[in-house]
């Protein structure tokens, strides 16, 4: 389903797309960050993409059984993001933040894999732990944080 179908034509006045084939940042609304994954309401994640096709402004990060690269990045209070994630290795990843405000924001990439999502930051300042959610491999050290200032 495309996003114009989720939203009024009121609202595609107030939109931002960033990446294409990503939800789109509604400006002046609440982005419904802490939705089930993959719901009506939750930003969604791209198509497979690639990274010639991004903005300078996009975080990239990459994930192996090394873990992230880079492990932390810094945003800006309420701003619109977008993430975009590439698995590097021979395994399947999710990126997954720790916060429930953020239970919406998934990226799962298969190997050699890339897609993007984009999604408002918080409006709380502070650090945002995010994961791999596929079972173990937090444990091996695929964790970082978004720091939100």
Known sequence: MEYEDKVSMEDMEEVTVVVHGTSPVVNDREVKTDAAPMSPEAPYQSPPSSKDELPENVIKLEVSADGWNPSEFTVQVD???????????????????????????????????????????????????????????????????????
Do not use: Q, W
């Open 79 to 149: 701003s619109p993001i977008t993430i975009f994630v590439s698995s590097v290795d021979s395994f399947t990843h999710v990126f997954k933040f720790e916060d429930p405000s953020l239970s919406a924001v998934a990226i799962g990439v298969s190997p050699g894999e890339n897609r993007v999502i984009t999604f408002n930051a918080p409006s709380e300042p502070g650090e945002y732990s995010f994961r791999c959610d596929i079972p173990g491999h937090t444990r091996r050290g695929e964790v970082g944080k978004m720091i939100v200032n």
